[in-house]
């Protein structure tokens, strides 16, 4: 039963369109996270969400929209995509109290192709 | 603000010998120092970490880590390499004085040679 999964795990899609990659975690962590890897492998974090509650945004253009209806679950939407959008977009939770030092458990990655 | 650097995009270690892979940090209170492991085509995955308390760190694989607070470093070491140890290692660096975001390094890229 995997811990943090993702879907879809590849997306190719046209340039201007909008799509969106779903995440859920059954660890009953109450902290996930967005990250974006690029083509270097550099690994940036975008947002994360502690009990359905935006706590880091980093500089992200507006297209992208997170989303977490409940805090097994964090959705990332892009509008109007672009080429530089293509990357390896990683889901990731973690527990964050005085007793759990909050190591990131990772999904598999979805691979985004923007043509 | 918070900054990890590994400083080697790669390095190249024959089977059987040790290996280090070196890593460095930033940070304006006490850091969180983690490792993670990325297969190809794979997520990453938790090697080990630093808190507090012992210098040395044990974890997955055989892998261990030596905080070292004068020298802001927690490099990877393993004593004996195998060939399947070859991955992209990345060191990691919470900072307890601000949010709870965690930043990367760059990778290091671990080729074990036969």
């Known amino acids: 039963d995997t811990a943090v999964s993702q879907t879809p795990k590849y997306l190719v899609t046209q340039m201007g369109n909008d799509k969106s990659i779903k995440c859920e975690q059954n660890?009953?962590?109450?902290?996930m996270y967005w990250y974006k890897q690029d083509s270097k492998k550099f690994l940036k974090i975008m947002f994360s969400?502690?009990?359905?509650?935006?706590?880091i945004n980093e500089t992200v253009p507006n297209r992208f929209s997170p989303k977490s209806p409940d805090k097994a679950h964090l959705n990332l939407h892009i509008n109007s995509l672009e080429l530089g959008d293509s990357a390896v977009y990683f889901c990731a939770s973690s527990q964050n109290s005085p007793l759990n030092t909050g190591e990131l458990f990772f999904g598999e990655g979805s691979r985004l192709t923007v043509l | 603000a918070q900054s990890v650097a590994q400083p080697e995009d790669q390095v190249n270690v024959a089977e059987g010998n040790p290996l280090t892979v070196k890593c460095t940090y930033s940070?304006?209170?006490?850091?969180?120092l983690f490792w993670y492991v990325q297969y190809p085509n794979r997520g990453l995955q938790f090697l080990l970490k630093y808190i507090t308390g012992d210098n040395l760190v044990k974890g997955s694989y055989g892998f261990e880590a030596e905080f070292n607070k004068s020298q802001t470093s927690f490099h990877l070491k393993k004593p004996s390499a195998l060939v399947s140890d070859s991955a992209l290692y990345f060191c990691?660096?919470?900072?307890?004085?601000?949010?709870?975001?965690?930043?990367f390094g760059k990778g290091t890229r671990l080729h074990i040679l036969p």
């Open positions: 940070v304006s209170g006490n850091p969180y």
């Open positions: 990691a660096v919470r900072d307890t004085n601000r949010d709870d975001k965690i930043i």
């Open positions: 969400y502690n009990n359905k509650e935006l706590i």
């Open positions: 660890l009953g962590h109450d902290t």
